[in-house]
Nanobody, 122 residues
Framework: QVRLVESGGGLVQPGGSLRPSCAASANIFKVDHMGWYRQAPGKQRELVATITGAGNTNYAGSVKGRFTISRDNAKNTVYLQMDSLKPEDTAVYYC????????????????WGQGTQVTASS
C-alpha cells in the first residue's frame, strides 16, 4: 500500500515562510504527477501547485510568485516552498501523487496524504 507522509506545516506570522514536504513510500515503481492541494474551513479543496515527472509546474493564480513546488525523484519527495504567507493561505494542505507500484506496474493509482495544517496569523 502506497503511503504519502507529509511534514513541515505549522504556524507563522503573515509574511513568513514554510516548506512542507511529502514523501511517497512502499513498493514504488514510478511516481508521475505530484502536487499540493489545500482546504480551508467551509471551503472546497483546491489546487495549489503540481509538478510532472519531467519537472513541469503549474500554480494556482493566488500563489503564483510566492510558492514554489519542487521534487526529488530519487527520494520520491515533493516540496512546497511557501513565502510571503498571507492569512488567506491558512488551510490544511494535502499532498497528492500518481504512483505505480512494483506489484502493478501498468496500473497507476492516485494517492493522498493525511494533510498538514498551515496557519498564517499574527
Amino acid at each position: 500500500q502506497v503511503r504519502l507522509v507529509e511534514s513541515g506545516g505549522g504556524l507563522v506570522q503573515p509574511g513568513g515562510s514554510l516548506r512542507p514536504s511529502c514523501a511517497a513510500s512502499a513498493n514504488i515503481f514510478k511516481v508521475d504527477h505530484m502536487g499540493w492541494y489545500r482546504q480551508a474551513p467551509g471551503k472546497q479543496r483546491e489546487l495549489v501547485a503540481t509538478i510532472t515527472g519531467a519537472g513541469n509546474t503549474n500554480y494556482a493564480g493566488s500563489v503564483k510568485g510566492r510558492f514554489t513546488i519542487s521534487r526529488d525523484n530519487a527520494k520520491n519527495t515533493v516540496y512546497l516552498q511557501m513565502d510571503s504567507l498571507k492569512p488567506e493561505d491558512t488551510a490544511v494542505y494535502y499532498c497528492n501523487a500518481v504512483v505505480t507500484t512494483v506489484q502493478a506496474p501498468g496500473v497507476p493509482g492516485n494517492y493522498w496524504g493525511q494533510g498538514t495544517q498551515v496557519t498564517a496569523s499574527s
